[in-house]
């Protein structure tokens, strides 16, 4: 079974400060790992994509993946109200080329206070 | 959304019925996918399609069969609904056979009574 595990919080920050969202996956294998943000009633809208190891960045929001410890985080600077919403971590977990077959996690709920 | 409309956006059925739900892509992607949304699973994958008559199996596949005659349109269809198949269904489409982005649609509400 190919897991990827998520704290499903809620996640509460006040506005201003730095939230971080862990996620971990179990495949070793795992290339590609991607950060969706989804609304309350909505369909998953995608943030940040992460392939290799360290740090991406991208406005406010930052991936960092660390294959060798089998995580991969997401770090919102400045969080504003307008981001709190549920965030799901899904790593591919196909390694034939298929295509984009993703494995999700069950997602963390994020609440930025005013 | 990019380019992905799904029909019924809700639909309502009684246990046993077949229903169909549509995904249609404007983007010309090579590959589709089904997932079924529930409390305390995610996302999970019903079925993908990696082009027109070629699809596949995801991990919950079960009483699922899907179609795509054409590239922009792949059919989700349940052959006799029943109540553990009520949950929010969402269509996604990616570009290439290399991992990349995929992209969701709004998702179909299905309940089955």
């Known amino acids: ?114 | 959304d990019a380019g992905i409309t799904q029909s019924p956006r809700h639909k309502v059925t009684e246990t046993g019925t077949p229903v169909t739900l549509r995904c249609h892509q404007t983007e010309n992607h090579r590959y589709m996918y089904w997932y079924r949304q529930d409390p305390g699973h995610g996302l999970r994958l019903i079925h993908y399609s990696y082009g027109v008559k070629d699809t596949d199996k995801g991990e919950v596949s079960d009483g699922y069969s899907v179609s795509r005659s054409k590239t922009e349109d792949f059919l989700l269809t349940l052959e006799s609904a029943t109540s553990s198949q009520t949950s929010v269904y969402f269509c996604a489409i990616s570009e290439s056979r290399l991992p990349t982005e995929a992209f969701f649609g709004q998702g179909t509400r299905l309940t089955v009574v």
């Open chain 1, 1 to 114: 079974q190919k897991e990827v595990e998520q704290n499903s919080g809620p996640l509460s920050v006040p506005e201003g400060a730095i939230a971080s969202l862990n996620c971990t996956y179990s495949d070793r294998g795992s290339q590609s790992f991607f950060w969706y943000r989804q609304y309350s009633g909505k369909s998953p809208e995608l943030i940040m994509s992460i392939y290799s190891n360290g740090d991406k960045e991208d406005g406010r929001f930052t991936a960092q993946l660390n294959k060798a410890s089998q995580y991969v985080s997401l770090l919102i600077r400045d969080s504003q109200p307008s981001d709190s919403a549920t965030y799901l971590c899904a790593v591919n977990t196909d390694h034939t080329g298929g295509g984009n077959k993703l494995t999700f996690g069950t997602g963390t709920q994020l609440k930025v206070e005013l």
